[in-house]
C-alpha cells in the first residue's frame, strides 16, 4: 500500500486545513517544491497536491506552484486535485508533467465528464470522492449534496477511472484517526480501487489501514497534517506498509 504525502496548496504556500474550513489553516511552508523534495527524499512514491484555492474558484489557481514540483521531480508520480472541471484543465496538467488529474465537484454535477476523461486520457482520472456521514460533499466541501458516496462510485466503474480518493471530512486534518470501516466499505460497494484520505494520525493507523487493505480493495492512503506535525514518520509508515503488504505497492 502506498502512503501518499498531501501538500495542500494556499496562497502559493503548503497548508493544511481542518475539516476543509479555508479559515482554520495552519501554513507548514512558504516553499511547496521544498517540501514536496522533503517527501522524495524520504522516500515517497507518489505525491498528493491540492490547489485549494483552486477547489472553491473552480479553476486552478496554484497551477505555477504545481508545475514546478512536477518540473523538480518528472520522475515521481502525481496526483493533483482542486478546480479541475474541463478537459484543457486535464490536458496542460498531463502536458507539464502531472500523471493523474482528480475530478471532484465536477464528478458530482457532471458524471458523464468523468467517462469523457477518461476515454481522452486513459489511465490518468482519479475521482475523489468527499463525504460528511456518507453523503457527498462539492466546491471545496463549502456544500453537502445529498447524494450517497457509495452509490456515485458505482456509476463510474464502467468508465475506466484508475482510483477513488475517499476522504472522510469529518476526519480530515483532525489526527482521529481514519474512518478504516467507511473506506473498507466503499472498496466493497464498487470495483474501483480506493486511496483513503483524511485523520491518519499515527503508525497505528497505517497498520489499520494495510489490515484493511489485505481484504479491500484499498491501494494508498494520504497522509497530510499527522507528517507535518511529526505524529507520523513518514518513512517508517511506508517501510511498515510495504512489510505488511509484501512488496512495493
Not at 489557481?61 to 521531480?73: D, F, G, K, S
Amino acid at each position: 500500500m502506498l502512503l501518499i504525502p498531501a501538500i495542500d496548496l494556499k496562497d502559493g504556500q503548503c497548508v493544511r486545513l481542518r475539516q476543509g474550513r479555508m479559515e482554520d489553516d495552519t501554513v507548514f511552508s512558504d516553499n511547496p517544491v521544498e517540501m514536496a523534495t522533503r517527501w522524495v527524499d524520504a522516500g515517497a512514491r507518489r505525491l498528493h497536491l491540492v490547489d485549494l484555492n483552486g477547489a472553491f474558484a473552480g479553476e486552478p489557481v496554484n497551477r505555477a506552484v504545481i508545475e514546478a514540483i512536477a518540473t523538480r521531480h518528472p520522475e515521481l508520480p502525481i496526483q493533483v486535485g482542486g478546480g479541475i472541471r474541463d478537459e484543457a484543465t486535464i490536458e496542460a496538467y498531463l502536458d507539464a508533467g502531472v500523471d493523474y488529474a482528480i475530478i471532484g465537484t465536477q464528478a458530482v454535477k457532471d458524471p458523464a465528464f468523468v467517462a469523457r476523461a477518461c476515454r481522452a486520457f486513459p489511465g490518468h482520472v482519479i475521482v475523489g470522492l468527499d463525504a460528511r456521514d456518507g453523503y457527498v460533499a462539492i466546491n471545496g466541501w463549502a456544500e453537502i449534496t445529498t447524494q450517497r458516496v457509495d452509490e456515485l462510485a458505482k456509476r463510474f466503474e464502467q468508465d475506466g477511472v484508475s482510483a477513488i480518493v475517499y476522504t472522510d471530512i469529518g476526519r480530515d486534518g483532525m489526527l482521529s484517526g481514519p474512518n478504516v470501516e467507511a473506506t473498507a466499505a466503499l472498496a466493497d460497494a464498487n470495483a474501483i480501487p480506493v486511496i483513503a484520505s483524511g485523520g491518519i494520525t499515527d503508525i497505528d493507523d497505517i497498520e489499520a489501514l494495510c489490515q484493511a487493505a489485505r481484504k479491500h480493495n484499498i491501494i494508498g492512503a494520504i497522509t497530510g497534517r499527522a507528517i507535518y506535525e511529526g505524529t507520523l514518520d513518514f518513512a517508517a509508515g511506508q517501510a511498515l506498509a510495504d512489510r505488511l503488504s509484501g512488496g512495493d505497492a
